[in-house]
Nanobody
Framework: QVQLVESGGGLVQAGGSLRLSCAAS????????MGWFRQAPGKEREFVAR????????YYADSVKGRFTASRDNAKNTVALQMNSLKPEDTAVYYC???????????????????WGQGTQVTVSS
């Protein structure tokens, strides 16, 4: 099973940018669909973005579309989330997660994911 470690969170002013990274262990990283989720205090975990095993297909939540970009580098076993034009409502703990490729089209659902990182805090001040 793949193991995931996120990095890159922090405190940023509204309108700023952050880039999150997720490093994966294991030789089968390229066979996994990868997802980004977030959870704000007192709220349920919500889907942010998912990327196909090849990286060729990416879906976003409406709330981040046009501001966030997900990408992956299978040679380096990494997936990234570039976040621009950040808003206070983007404040949350962000998680990367791995799902079997067969679950990619249902990857908006956190139940499809087998492995999760520990999360990284993103705080956007107004």
């Amino acid at each position: 099973q793949v193991q995931l470690v996120e990095s890159g969170g922090g405190l940023v002013q509204a309108g700023g940018s952050l880039r999150l990274s997720c490093a994966a262990s294991g030789r089968t990283f390229s066979s996994y669909a990868m997802g980004w989720f977030r959870q704000a205090p007192g709220k349920e975990r919500e889907f942010v973005a998912r990327i196909s095993p090849s990286g060729g297909i990416v879906y976003y939540a409406d709330s981040v579309k046009g501001r966030f970009t997900a990408s992956r580098d299978n040679a380096k076993n990494t997936v990234a989330l570039q976040m621009n034009s950040l808003k206070p409502e983007d404040t949350a703990v962000y998680y990367c997660a791995a799902a079997p490729a067969s679950q990619f089209y249902r990857g908006y659902n956190s139940d499809m994911y087998d492995a999760w990182g520990q999360g990284t805090q993103v705080t956007v001040s107004s």
